[in-house]
């Protein structure tokens, strides 16, 4: 549905004077900031409730979907097929697979589950193929991370390549592409390379168990961690740092995950599991305060908090850097 669409829908429905519906979209435009104008009046009709965000009449566009959408209709460039996972719930087997797909506007994640899975041989799906997504609900985690929900109704099928763009551009966007280095105070949605400081890091928990089947966090309870999917489990235990960082002209919040978290503190979360929360802070604290790194990440908007984040993917040590290019410089000096 288009900008003026839904204006009208809001206009005939609601008892606001046009201005006042503009005024509150542009409200809720500069509210959440990178959404578009047709993002903002979907929001505010949905607030009004007044549209059911049924738009199966007209092909959006990836940017323009938010949370809560129903019966989309969408057409998108496979970038990525995941590997099949395959897991067990309650003594049957079940399936998944992901989709990553792009129509150069954003990405989006369409998981596959259990007979979902086979639309791929079926239809014989490759990277590179356009599809059409026909009856999905849109799901936007606190990221702007979008996942379609295909559920019994929804489908997916092969179509004509009429986006104009290619698999490797929207893959470069999208996927890996090489990151910009970049000042803080430029700092903005997209992949990029930071050289900055740690100057705070948040107490948090740190060490999160998480289900091996899933991924998703399990409960503790004794000495047994518990998947709601998944039953008893044996976790894998992940690292997660919350830090501020600054490079002097501002600062951002960064979150170091995983392996990047443990590169970090050169320890592993397997090492800290045991230990209290306020033991972990301290040596976490003593350990990355006032490193000076490259962070090479992804910023993105966390809605749940209004604000940028980075998420760091990878830290390179600057010393290494420095130490590198001083032995090129020889080796030079010595040709
Ligand atoms: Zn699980």
């Known amino acids: 549905m288009s900008f003026e669409k839904i204006l009208e829908e809001i206009l005939r429905k609601s008892k606001l004077s046009k201005d006042e519906i503009l005024e509150r979209i542009k409200r809720k435009q500069a509210e959440l900031q990178i ?18 965000l049924s738009s199966t009449e007209r092909r ?3 940017k323009n979907l938010v949370d809560g959408m129903k019966n989309i209709f969408l057409k998108g460039k496979i970038l990525k097929i995941s590997d099949l996972i395959e897991f067990e719930k309650n003594g049957k087997k079940g399936k998944v697979l992901n989709l990553f797909v792009s129509d150069g506007t954003d990405l989006v994640k369409i998981p ?20 059409e997504v026909l009856g999905g609900l849109v799901r936007e985690n606190a990221f702007g991370e979008k996942e379609i929900i295909l559920r019994k109704l929804g489908r997916i099928r092969k179509t004509e390549d009429d986006l104009r763009v290619s698999l490797e551009e929207l893959k470069a966007k ?5 990151p910009w280095r970049i000042k803080l105070r430029d700092a903005t949605l997209g992949n990029y390379e930071i050289i900055a400081t740690i100057v705070q890091v948040f107490k ?8 091996p089947a899933c991924n998703v966090s399990v409960k503790q309870e004794g000495n047994k961690y ?3 999917i998944h039953g008893e489990v044996k976790p894998n235990f992940i690292l997660v740092i919350p830090c501020i960082i600054d490079d002097g002209t501002a600062t951002l919040r960064a979150v170091l995950f995983r392996e990047v978290a443990e590169k970090l503190l050169s320890l592993k979360a397997e090492e800290l599991k045991d230990l209290e929360t306020n033991a972990i802070y ?25 604000r940028l984040e980075l998420l760091v ?19 030079e000096n010595y040709g």
Not at 204 to 211: H, Q, T
Not at 282 to 306: S, T
Not at 317 to 331: D, G, P, R, W
């Open 35 to 52: 959404i578009s104008l047709e993002g903002a009046a979907y929001l505010v009709a949905k607030e009004l409730g007044i549209l059911n």
């Open 60 to 62: 959006l566009q990836m």
């Open 112 to 131: 596959l589950w259990n007979d979902q899975v086979d639309w791929v041989k079926k239809e014989n799906l490759r990277e590179g193929d356009v599809i």
């Open 174 to 178: 999208f996927l890996n592409t090489k």
């Open 204 to 211: 948090s928990k740190f060490v999160f168990p998480l289900c």
């Open 226 to 228: 518990l998947c709601k």
């Open 282 to 306: 301290e040596i976490v604290k003593k350990n990355v305060l006032g490193k000076e790194l490259i962070f090479v990440g992804r910023i993105r908007k966390n809605k749940f908090f209004n």
């Open 313 to 331: 993917n990878d830290i390179k040590h600057l010393n290494y850097i420095e130490e590198s290019k001083k032995l090129a410089e020889k080796v």
